[in-house]
């Protein structure tokens, strides 16, 4: 391509480990990047390409736009009252077995109709969008119904066209066992794949799948009966695994090839090395390990040591991780994990666009993928870890428009 429509000059950017690389050029055109390199070496048939603007990024940090791939912001109400009771010493998992946790969450959300539904969620992703985040992944899982999940579904696709972000959606039926459905999980889970799966997978709403597979969700067994299906109707595969107990789950899900495996609180070293082998993402998940008072968190060390790629998200949930911040969980990653600022950085780009199987459009700078971008006011890539609670200022642009 000989003509251009952008130039961003003098700009320091991030390659896909994090690391910074100053003095840097990006040429843009038709919605995506067609070269990069040293400002000085800038082709002379973009800079004379009669179209062409030429932006002075003054040495400021140009990063790909952020990407959040875990989350659940669909959904309706809050749980703010089981905030109160863990206040007061109750456990998030009993809670749960009373008869709140994620199904109190599944009866406002059954309740809500899909205009209300799309409402309440519209801040949450321009909340997003608005810390530069131009890819979010969105999870049903608080339907629990067929009807219910695929109200969510549209719903996040919808929220998608109204922000302008990039959105994939996850199924996430085998979030919990519905209230019908107490007392016979594996009924639920025939359900699931026999009719509910396809059905959504049929009108065109589902980019991956999800289990929750823990305690107090479905067992290793249920979890694979899942997968099974999702593979033989080419679905991708995510999965909730160890994070509050050690179940073998990530050993299964990296098994059957999944993109992620998600929390990792108590991830061992075999289930480490399984990822490894199958280059499966880790997801880190901040936000829930802070607001839950987790005590355990992910090894990162068994992670590094496997060589296994670490992504990080904001989890947003009403639950376990009421945030919309992905700025603040790379202060978080940093602080309470352990990550070094290459890898955060890395973790919210590169690292999540491979989670989502995404790392052939957008996540990071090169040559044939989407100009999705963030210019920050900013001189040092530390800095977008460093500061929490406050956003350096900043641009950002989706296919190579500024929005």
Same mark, same amino acid.
């Given at each position: 391509?000989?003509?251009?429509?952008?130039?961003?000059?003098?700009?320091?950017?991030?390659?896909?480990?994090?690391?910074?690389?100053?003095?840097?050029?990006? *040429?843009?055109?038709?919605?995506?990047? %067609?070269? %990069?390199?040293?400002?000085?070496?800038?082709?002379?048939?973009?800079?004379?390409?009669?179209? /062409?603007?030429?932006?002075?990024?003054?040495?400021?940090? /140009?990063?790909?736009?952020?990407?959040?791939?875990?989350?659940?912001?669909?959904?309706?109400?809050?749980?703010?009252?089981?905030?109160?009771?863990?206040?007061?010493?109750?456990?998030?998992?009993?809670? !749960?077995?009373?008869?709140?946790?994620?199904?109190?969450?599944?009866?406002?959300?059954? !309740?809500?109709?899909?205009?209300?539904?799309?409402?309440?969620?519209?801040?949450?992703?321009?909340?997003?969008? !608005?810390?530069?985040?131009?890819? /979010? $992944?969105?999870?049903?899982?608080?339907?629990?119904?067929? $009807?219910?999940?695929?109200?969510?579904?549209?719903?996040?696709?919808?929220?998608?066209?109204?922000?302008?972000?990039?959105?994939?959606?996850?199924?996430?039926?085998?979030?919990? /066992?519905?209230? $019908?459905?107490?007392?016979?999980?594996?009924?639920?889970?025939?359900?699931?794949?026999?009719?509910?799966?396809?059905?959504?997978?049929?009108?065109?709403? *589902?980019?991956?799948?999800?289990?929750?597979?823990?305690?107090?969700?479905?067992?290793?067994?249920?979890?694979?009966?899942?997968?099974?299906?999702?593979?033989?109707?080419? %679905?991708?595969?995510?999965?909730?695994?160890?994070?509050?107990? !050690?179940?073998?789950?990530?050993?299964?899900?990296?098994?059957?090839?999944?993109?992620?495996?998600?929390?990792?609180?108590?991830?061992?070293?075999?289930?480490?090395?399984?990822?490894? &082998?199958?280059?499966? *993402?880790?997801?880190?998940?901040?936000?829930? #390990? #802070?607001?839950?008072?987790?005590?355990?968190?992910?090894?990162?060390?068994?992670?590094? &040591?496997?060589?296994?790629?670490?992504?990080?998200?904001?989890?947003?949930?009403?639950?376990?991780?009421?945030?919309?911040?992905?700025?603040? @969980?790379?202060? @978080?990653?940093?602080?309470?994990?352990?990550?070094? %600022?290459?890898?955060?950085?890395?973790?919210?780009?590169?690292?999540?666009?491979?989670?989502?199987?995404?790392?052939?459009?957008?996540?990071?700078?090169?040559?044939?993928?989407?100009?999705?971008?963030?210019?920050?006011?900013?001189?040092?890539?530390?800095?977008?870890?460093?500061?929490?609670?406050?956003?350096?200022?900043?641009?950002?642009?989706?296919?190579?428009?500024?929005?």
């Amino acid at each position: 391509m000989s003509h251009a429509d952008l130039i961003l000059r003098n700009a320091l950017i991030i390659d896909k480990q994090g690391h910074e690389i100053a003095h840097q050029a990006i *040429v843009i055109a038709e919605g995506k990047m %067609i070269w %990069i390199g040293d400002d000085e070496l800038i082709p002379q048939q973009y800079l004379q390409s009669l179209s /062409v603007a030429i932006e002075d990024c003054a040495d400021q940090l /140009v990063t790909p736009g952020l990407i959040d791939c875990h989350t659940h912001l669909v959904y309706a109400g809050d749980r703010a009252d089981e905030f109160k009771r863990r206040l007061l010493g109750e456990s998030y998992v009993d809670i !749960a077995r009373s008869g709140g946790g994620i199904l109190s969450t599944v009866q406002k959300t059954r !309740a809500a109709s899909e205009s209300l539904l799309f409402e309440q969620s519209l801040p949450r992703i321009l909340a997003m969008r !608005a810390e530069g985040v131009t890819t /979010v $992944e969105i999870k049903s899982g608080y339907g629990l119904d067929c $009807e219910s999940e695929k109200k969510m579904l549209r719903v996040a696709r919808s929220l998608g066209q109204a922000s302008g972000l990039r959105v994939k959606t996850t199924f996430l039926g085998a979030h919990a /066992v519905p209230p $019908e459905f107490q007392g016979n999980a594996q009924a639920y889970v025939n359900l699931l794949c026999d009719t509910v799966l396809p059905t959504l997978v049929d009108a065109g709403l *589902v980019d991956a799948v999800d289990v929750f597979c823990e305690s107090i969700g479905f067992s290793v067994a249920q979890t694979s009966q899942i997968f099974e299906k999702a593979l033989k109707l080419k %679905i991708p595969i995510k999965c909730h695994t160890d994070q509050l107990t !050690a179940s073998g789950a990530t050993e299964i899900a990296a098994s059957y090839g999944a993109l992620s495996c998600d929390h990792l609180e108590f991830l061992t070293e075999a289930g480490a090395k399984a990822m490894a &082998d199958q280059r499966c *993402v880790a997801v880190l998940l901040p936000g829930a #390990y #802070y607001f839950l008072r987790e005590k355990q968190a992910p090894s990162i060390n068994l992670l590094r &040591d496997a060589g296994v790629g670490m992504a990080i998200a904001t989890d947003c949930n009403p639950g376990s991780s009421p945030t919309t911040s992905i700025l603040l @969980m790379l202060s @978080m990653a940093c602080q309470f994990f352990g990550l070094s %600022i290459h890898e955060a950085l890395a973790g919210v780009t590169y690292q999540a666009s491979r989670a989502l199987g995404l790392d052939n459009t957008t996540g990071y700078l090169a040559v044939g993928l989407a100009a999705d971008l963030n210019c920050w006011s900013i001189q040092d890539s530390a800095s977008l870890c460093y500061y929490f609670g406050h956003q350096a200022p900043h641009r950002t642009m989706i296919g190579g428009q500024w929005i």
